[in-house]
């Protein structure tokens, strides 16, 4: 299934980084670590950070980076960060950005907001269940989202045709492993999103975290979760591979993260080892591809502290200058110098950005 242009140009400036030792342009501004939700599932910390970054610390920050750098704005919930709009565009008009949310604090406003932007590119939105019902959220505010979803439709065709993008990511576990066909034709249906990943439970606190950790973490043996419906996950990928099969437009794009099932029609995809992959806790970095994830993206947690893909602190915004400058510094250089090294550690259990070997290939 082919990649959306956002997706190919990570992946093209990734492998140029990584062979010329240069830092990403890629930046996730974790702007709150507070969300409105308490999902059982999340892997978040939530808990209040310390010196948090202000509006005019978050713009003062990204007017520092190269221009045309691509912007990440997620949480906990960016949408209820204080000065969300401000932020948001004046980012827009030096790089181009996307938004990761759980949709419940959409309004019009903020709606029109990001449609009125042209170097918005991507709105994911967290859709689980029908209605989001795990999530603990009301059928009244679900069907509000879907209606401001309706909204950024339309305004997008009258402005920019296809932009943004409307992603959905549905976290996969065993509650909802007999639902996926479901949440796939709901999404598709009633959403009307351009593409839908299905992520997986991450099995390290370290990825992507709210928190930084000590560096000798990344080696501490990781302890994900054991799916217990591994099986039945496996079939309902197949029945929605079916479906698009029979797609005569072919606009449905659906992945996995990480990239254990594909969905293309001439896809081989291996049950056994797919199933073992989501009922082992072991970890081995040989049966994976080298990672290149450290030189695609880097983070800046609330409180303004920044690390790669694991929360290892390289630096802190405060203190920035230059991104060349902290890539230089002895803590990014010992991480990616691992990285290089290993291929991947025991914290990259289950990432999405890591590829296993041997689950799934493109019939050629």
Sequence with gaps: MQNTQYHSARLK???INF????PPNRFVFVLTNKCNLSCDFCF???KTLDGQLTADEWIRFSNSLPKGSHVTLTGGEPLIFREFGRVFHEINARHTTNIITNGTKFSQENIRMMASEPNFLTL???????????RKVSDVVYQQMLAHLDLLRMLRADLYGDRPTIDAKCVVTDDNANNLVSIFNHVFRDLKVDTLAFQFLKGSSLQHADRCFPFESIFFKPTPHIYNNSRLIFEQFESIRTILASDRLGNRRVYTHPQIYLFDEGAQNNTERFCEYLT???????????????WESVHINANGDMFPCLAVKIGNVRQFVDIQEVYKGEP???FLDTIRDYGSVPACSRCGYLNPKGLCSKRI
């Design 124 to 134: 994911s939105v967290s859709i689980d269940t029908i209605g989001n019902h795990n």
């Design 280 to 294: 082992t806790a072991q970890f081995s970095s040989e049966a994976h591809d080298r990672c290149y994830a450290p």
């Design 19 to 22: 062979q010329n030792n240069a």
């Design 332 to 334: 990014a250089v010992k």
């Design 13 to 15: 400036h990734r492998e």
């Design 44 to 46: 978040q910390h939530r």
